[in-house]
């Protein structure tokens, strides 16, 4: 189906007052469709979209979450009953917010999907400032640091960012020299338990534009 091995072919059109979602993938064929409530998908279409929205439909949960320019799905698809094991299988897939808001029109839309490691990314050029800031960066910092670019930027190959420091924000402001992205990617600290129980520090970045 594609030189990637873990690609996901989707197809996504409209069953009002639901998007019926339906993928096939070289390891599980086809799958059984999905019915999403438009709220959940229009939800995250803004540029201001937070946090994620959730929705059930049967045993099957999708978790739907504006990802940069890109729309996540997160869909666990299982079989089984609430009264015994229930069994299945995890799709993660992107598809951008162009392409996911044409099913609004009632448009049929097919998005061939990379897993995360595969999806292009747009070369990133970090000024001086930047490198300096990450060079003297914590521990703990520079994980966040390192799993925010591992996550985000999925622009495609030919966009080009700049990144710079910026203290006012406690972290970075990046531009585009050829489209119009800008934005800041701020530091939020909060605290997580660990296995013992205790609470411990963490420190995430998270883009703003």
Known sequence: ??????????????????????????????????????????????????????????????????????????????????????????????????????????????????????????SIFFTQTAHKAIAEADKLKLHAIRRFFRDNFCYGCDEHLVVQQDEWVKGFYFFSTVSRYEGGICLHDTEVKGKDGKPYPKLYFGLHT
């Open 1 to 122: 189906m594609s030189i990637y091995p873990n690609a996901i072919l989707v197809t996504l059109f409209d069953s009002d007052p639901f998007i019926s979602i339906q993928t096939f993938d070289q390891r599980h064929g086809q799958s059984q469709r999905f019915f999403l409530r438009k709220d959940a998908l229009i939800s995250q279409l803004g540029d201001d979209a937070e946090g994620s929205a959730t929705e059930l439909d049967l045993l099957n949960i999708c978790t739907v979450t504006r990802v940069g320019n890109n729309i996540r799905f997160n869909i666990l698809w299982l079989h089984g009953n609430y009264n015994d094991d229930v069994s299945g299988y995890q799709q993660v897939f992107f598809v951008p917010v162009g392409k996911a808001a044409k099913v609004l029109t009632g448009e049929k839309v097919k998005h061939l999907s990379y897993t995360p490691e595969q999806m292009p990314k747009a």
